[in-house]
């Protein structure tokens, strides 16, 4: 079982800019697949971006051009840089990991990033 822990989210206006981290702790290994998953009031939870170790990324088309995810050097820390915010950004955003390619997600506590003026 991954521990994830998060941090970075909060309140900022409409244009500004926002990173999210996340560091995973799984017994000494690294992790195959770090990632963000955000979920808004009244909505289903929507796959924002992952990032495998194998150098696959996946962007959401809702936003791709203004957010990017990184690993630090280790690949137990993920980082989602999120740019040009706009109010349907909002939602509370979850860091999700699994250690190897074929587990389950294991899942943050989430963090609120909310985009208003």
């Known amino acids: 079982q991954v521990q994830l822990e998060e941090s970075g989210g909060g309140l900022v206006q409409p244009g500004g800019s926002l990173r999210l981290s996340c560091r995973a702790s799984?017994?000494?290994?690294?992790?195959?697949?770090m990632g963000w998953y955000r979920q808004a009031p009244g909505n289903e939870r929507e796959l924002v971006a992952h990032d495998t170790s194998a150098g696959n990324t996946f962007y959401a088309d809702s936003v791709k051009g203004r957010f990017t995810i990184s690993r630090g050097s280790a690949r137990n820390t993920v980082y989602l840089q999120m740019d040009d915010l706009k109010p349907e950004d909002t939602a509370v955003y979850y860091c999700?990991?699994?250690?190897?390619?074929?587990?389950?997600?294991?899942w943050g506590q989430g963090t609120q990033v909310t985009v208003s003026s």
């Open positions: 999700v990991a699994a250690q190897y390619s074929d587990d389950p997600w294991s």
């Open positions: 799984a017994a000494g290994f690294s992790i195959y697949t």
